[in-house]
């Protein structure tokens, strides 16, 4: 039977949209507008009468204004200042039609009337007037300008200055520099009447042998030390000054044996288990022939760091995970995907493209072998060693997921930026090159970081009340990698960071001594991007790792929530499947059900001997997840997803209204914010005294002490989410994502339009 539900409309028309006079009906602006500029920042170059695209169908949504060039970003200047929308993040430092010039990818100016196009490095000359400026950033926008109505000079100036501007000669060429330099003088007298240490920074930064100190106080690991052979980077310009080494090994020892590693980096110790053993990575060998000295004097050392002397594990990541140049070729096809392939062109073959595109796929490949890197830790009670050719790429991805898999710690905001620091920034991943911030070579461009933010929101999908933050948090700290007034991301090694803030110190007359942290900071600083309350949207509602507290006998006590067995709601699946599990016979499922999904991936099968690895993972899938435990994420297909919130945030066609996750974080949001104002007012409440019965108050915590960015709703608030929740919170689509115009609807799935319809509906039916 066909659906009574009306055929949807396939047919586009091939002409395009009648386009009103825009001289007549539009005046050129006439009202100065000037741009907000931050501490040294100044104007390059400028253009009025600019044009920018909000839609590609039509220019009735159209903004005009300026468009402005400085030394740190292009920016846009409506004339008529459009209301403020609630449903964006509000950045201290950029505004919402700016844009950093190290998050651009591509300058592309158009001429419609001669049809050329041309895409601009430094330096380069135009030989032809733009009518339009294409802007394609690391951040997936597509920012269209159109100057119709420009003076063509004024036009080609500006173009040309973005794109000179973009492409920095020199690391210190970037705005932060500059910025910073103004900056902490300007703000000198505050520091002095209330500062705080490291201005109150809670993530460590690991710069120091008392944050290393701490690491090993924290995880138990009594047999490692905090080694100092690389002050000053006397040993390895890409290893931090202090690292953490075996207690058996000596200085003198680390420091012969050194030369063996490419570019000098010894084992460096990452983590230690609760049972004794030890998470390492390290570089490869760099002389074969020392093999064998290696082997008889630095693993056994790390296997004496073991209590019960446990096997010491090695992996050689090169060998069993794709390389940087796999990893950027993959991103490359998923952007192309998502944000630059007209929608409606791919549509129909979308998901296979997606997946096509091998991004899901290493992604699997990652959290893969991370997992069973937990399993040699937690299972076998190994130490494992992770090795890379030079232990800066893909050793960071994996020690960072097994940490996060295994120590509830770093799941919780301070501790993931910790570990961020600690296993990224200190260990020396390449983020000036693999960012490609002075744009000088495109093959060591690759989204490492990135990939590896995918990898942690696979498992915070999977187990969102495991984490402290929200995959919102996750977006910024993305977009953060494009804004270059941070140290965090701006550097190849602590050695570099090093001299490159002492040469800026000196320059900008900062007092020898002074802390860098304090004159350059990392990101981990919010409050500089963001206000307290737009802070809140990193807070995850459902996070069941912190106390929550009750009254008993009028004192207001805490315990720890923990994850109770509830059966499962799954249509068609029994109580006794967990986490995707069947712990006995099963009754007679529904045909596509998830039970019947799941089966061929769980069901032992019969005369097939289990591995101590298979039985170890089925044992723990078995089990409710513990919340505040060891955490293993399902890697089957269906369960490794697209992150929308990254990847589609700015694409129209993928906008949900009043749709998506959102929805339940909002609904969340209210009512952990009606809870924890219940709790206030409790702690506000003295007890029954003789002859009186005080009053709670009826306030509950000051706005500013909030957790929640949702405020707990009133019996007047409608019960359906406010109009400016989409899929895309905390983000907006409209003008950052502006394709040019495909006219009509290709004529091939015109032709197919009654097939395609005819198998959606079929799909469908099926599935109800």
């Not at 106390?547 to 929530?561: D, L, Y």
Request: hydrophobic share 35%; net charge positive; aromatic share 10%.
């Amino acid at each position: 039977m066909f659906s009574v539900k009306p055929m949807k409309p396939t047919f586009k028309c091939y002409l395009p949209p009648v386009q009103t006079d825009v001289k007549k009906t539009i005046e050129p602006p006439i009202k100065k507008v000037e741009p907000k500029l931050l501490p040294g920042e100044i104007v390059v170059n400028e253009v009025n009468f600019v044009r920018k695209c909000i839609s590609a169908e039509s220019s009735q949504d159209d903004l005009w204004g300026k468009l402005i060039c400085t030394n740190f970003k292009v920016s846009f200047i409506p004339q008529d200042t459009p209301p403020k929308q609630k449903s964006q993040l509000s950045h201290l430092l950029l505004g919402v039609h700016d844009i950093p010039l190290t998050c651009l990818e591509q300058v592309v100016t158009v001429n419609d009337t001669k049809g050329k196009k041309k895409v601009l490095g430094s330096n380069q000359k135009l030989k032809f007037n733009p009518t339009e400026l294409i802007l394609y950033c690391k951040d997936l926008r597509i920012i269209r300008f159109c100057f119709g109505e420009a003076g063509p000079e004024s036009a080609k100036k500006v173009c040309l200055a973005i794109a000179h501007y973009s492409h920095p000669a020199d690391l210190q060429l970037l705005f932060g520099f500059e910025y910073q330099g103004r900056r902490y003088h300007e703000s000198k007298e505050d520091r002095v009447n209330g500062s705080t240490p490291r201005g109150g920074l809670q993530t460590p930064i690991f710069d120091r042998p008392s944050d290393w100190d701490r690491e090993i106080k924290r995880t138990g690991a009594s047999e490692w030390r905090v080694c100092s052979i690389n002050e000053n980077y006397a040993i390895s310009p890409s290893l931090p000054e202090y690292i953490v080494v075996p207690v058996s090994l000596a200085d003198q020892d680390l420091k012969q044996y050194s030369i063996f590693f490419t570019d000098n980096r010894i084992p460096l110790w990452c983590w230690n288990h609760l049972n004794g053993s030890a998470l390492v990575r390290m570089a490869s060998i760099s002389d074969p022939l020392q093999q064998r000295k290696i082997d008889q004097r630095v693993f056994p050392a790390i296997t004496k760091s073991h209590p019960q002397r446990s096997e010491v594990i090695r992996s050689d990541l090169d060998k069993c995970l794709p390389n940087i140049q796999d990893i950027q070729s993959a991103f490359f096809k998923v952007r192309q995907i998502c944000v630059i392939d007209p929608f409606e062109e791919s549509e129909e073959r979308w998901l296979s493209s997606i997946e096509n595109s091998r991004w899901l796929e290493y992604v699997r490949a990652f959290l893969k072998h991370s997992a069973e890197m937990v399993y040699y830790l937690d299972g076998k009670n190994a130490s494992v060693i992770l090795q890379e050719e030079e232990d800066r790429d893909l050793n960071c991805v994996v020690s960072s997921l097994v940490q996060l898999m295994l120590d509830p710690h770093y799941r919780s905001l301070v501790g993931f930026q910790s570990l961020v620091q600690k296993e990224w920034v200190m260990a020396g991943h390449r983020f000036l090159d693999r960012c490609n911030h002075l744009k000088k070579n495109d093959k060591v461009e690759s989204p490492l970081f990135m990939l590896f933010l995918d990898c942690v929101w696979q498992i915070l999908n999977q187990y969102p009340a495991a984490f402290e933050f929200t995959e919102a948090y996750l977006t910024v700290l993305s977009d953060s990698m494009w804004i270059p007034l941070f140290s965090t991301f701006l550097f190849n090694s602590p050695k570099q960071r090093a001299q490159h803030l002492m040469d800026f110190a000196r320059n900008k007359a900062i007092p020898q001594g002074e802390d860098q942290v304090v004159y350059f900071p990392p990101v981990w600083d919010w409050s500089q991007q963001f206000s307290i309350k737009d802070q809140t949207l990193f807070n995850n509602p459902m996070y069941v790792g912190k106390g929550a507290a009750c009254v008993q006998n009028g004192e207001v006590k805490t315990f720890k929530r923990t994850k109770k067995t509830y059966s499962s709601t799954l249509r068609g699946t029994p109580a006794s499947l967990r986490n995707g599990l069947k712990g006995g016979e099963d009754t007679l499922t529904r045909r596509g059900s998830l039970v019947s999904e799941l089966k061929p991936y769980f069901t032992p099968v019969k005369d097939v001997v289990e591995s101590p690895s298979e039985r170890f993972f089925r044992d723990w899938f078995s089990r409710p997840a513990d919340q505040q435990g060891l955490l293993i994420p399902l890697l089957i297909p269906s369960h490794v997803a697209l992150w929308r919130l990254f990847f589609l945030r700015w694409v129209p066609e993928a906008c949900i209204p009043k749709g998506g996750t959102i929805t339940a974080y909002h609904k969340l949001s209210q009512l952990v914010d009606e809870i924890e104002t219940l709790q206030s007012q409790l702690r506000q409440y003295k007890g029954p005294s003789p002859g009186s019965t005080p009053l709670p108050s009826q306030s509950g915590p000051p706005s500013d002490q909030r957790r929640m960015y949702f405020k707990a709703s009133s019996p007047h608030d409608p019960p359906t989410p406010p109009d400016f929740l989409t899929s895309s919170f905390p983000f907006t689509p409209m003008g950052n994502l502006c394709r040019r115009s495909v006219h009509g609807t290709p004529i091939s799935k015109f032709l197919n339009g009654a097939k395609i319809w005819l198998s959606t509906e079929t799909l469908a039916n099926d599935s109800l």
